[in-house]
């Protein structure tokens, strides 16, 4: 069955310090792979996929199979960047969609 | 305006009763789905339905039942036979295709058992 872990709750860091926060995941097909976001008060929202390969927000995530990760990662984070992150995978032909326990981020001047 | 609905955003109930929370959609997105909020456990799967008049049991789907009847309707009615039914619900529908994915959120129901 697939899993979706997210080892940390709580991820505290100064402001301008590096940010890593961890996803491993489990399923035996070829997954695709989401960091979504909720902003205080605000809906949970999709912040990037594995699949374009892009950079939002300054944050980036790579998938390695090999590891079965996908961890989400900012050089610089930003007082705005604090949020609740969750990492998710969407697996097989009826698209279930499968999210981790989360890890709230807490950016400190 | 376009979106995600979710209706009512604060529902009590007594102990024993069933009740049916509402989702709705107006994106043309075939997949919607049910999840469950709790504090330290994430969001865990109820339901999900790829497309109308079909739908699968997620990871937690034991005391709660749903219907896709219409594209843009997915109720979920969270029955007497769920033991712990006091928490923060939410739905979600999917665009998914044409090399492109994303799932869209309600606001969330937050139910309380009385």
């Known amino acids: 069955a697939q899993r979706v872990t997210q080892p940390e709750k709580l991820l505290s860091v100064f402001k301008g310090a590096p940010v890593e926060l961890k996803c491993n995941y489990s399923?035996?097909?070829?997954?695709?792979l989401f960091w979504y976001v909720q902003y205080s008060r605000q809906r949970l929202q999709l912040l990037l996929r594995?699949?374009s390969r892009e950079s939002i927000k300054g944050f980036t995530a790579d998938l390695n199979k090999g590891e079965t990760s996908f961890h989400l990662k900012k050089p610089f984070a930003q007082e705005e960047d604090s949020a609740m992150y969750y990492c998710?995978?969407?697996?097989?032909?009826?698209?279930?969609?499968?999210f981790g326990t989360g890890t709230r981020l807490q950016v400190t001047l | 305006d376009g979106g995600i609905t979710q209706s009512p955003k604060y529902l009590f109930r007594k102990e024993g009763q069933n009740v049916t929370l509402s989702c709705e959609q107006n994106?043309?997105?075939?997949?919607m789905y049910w999840y469950r909020q709790d504090p330290g456990q994430g969001l865990r799967l109820i339901y999900y339905?790829?497309?109308?008049?079909?739908?699968q049991k997620g990871d937690i789907a034991e005391g709660y039942s749903v219907s896709r009847e219409k594209k843009e309707s997915f109720p979920l009615t969270v029955t007497s036979a769920q033991k712990n039914p006091t928490a923060f619900y939410l739905c979600?529908?999917?665009?998914?295709?044409?090399?492109?994915?994303?799932?869209?959120f309600g606001q969330g129901t937050r139910l309380t058992v009385v």
């Open positions: 979600a529908s999917m665009l998914h295709g044409a090399g492109y994915t994303e799932a869209f």
């Open positions: 998710a995978l969407l697996t097989g032909t009826a698209s279930k969609l499968t």
């Open positions: 994106l043309n997105h075939d997949a």
């Open positions: 594995h699949i």
């Open positions: 399923y035996s097909g070829s997954p695709e």
């Open positions: 339905s790829q497309i109308v008049n079909d739908f």
